[in-house]
């Protein structure tokens, strides 16, 4: 069964940092490449950033510049540090997942971890 399982949201002021992780199981963590992505109240979810297996980082426009995507391959873990934090990256968090290595190509998604970022 696969879980992933976010953590590290939480409340900080425009300008301050924080980092997310997700630690992976059930699931053939290296193999993969993973995603973050949010979602804003009313808003379309949104891509945030993706690693893939070999280390291979891409960012959306909106982040570039001041988000880090890394992963953990010992750890089962992928993390998101999030510096110069602004009002409108309050969202929801979330690691995503598709497993490669099962042949349906599963999407898997966490739980979500809130972050708010005050004026």
């Known amino acids: 069964q696969v879980q992933l399982v976010e953590s590290g949201g939480g409340l900080v002021q425009a300008g301050g940092s924080l980092r997310v992780s997700c630690v992976a199981s059930?699931?053939?963590?290296?193999?993969?490449?993973f995603d973050w992505y949010r979602q804003a109240p009313g808003k379309q979810r949104e891509l945030v950033a993706t690693i893939s297996n070999s280390g291979r980082t891409n960012y959306a426009d909106s982040v570039k510049g001041r988000f880090t995507v890394s992963r953990d391959n010992g750890k089962n873990t992928l993390y998101l540090q999030m510096n110069s934090l602004k009002s409108e990256d309050t969202a929801v968090y979330s690691c995503h997942v598709q497993d490669l290595v099962d042949w349906r190509y599963p999407d898997y998604w966490g739980q979500g971890t809130q972050v708010t970022v005050s004026p």
């Open positions: 059930g699931i053939s963590f290296s193999i993969n490449a």
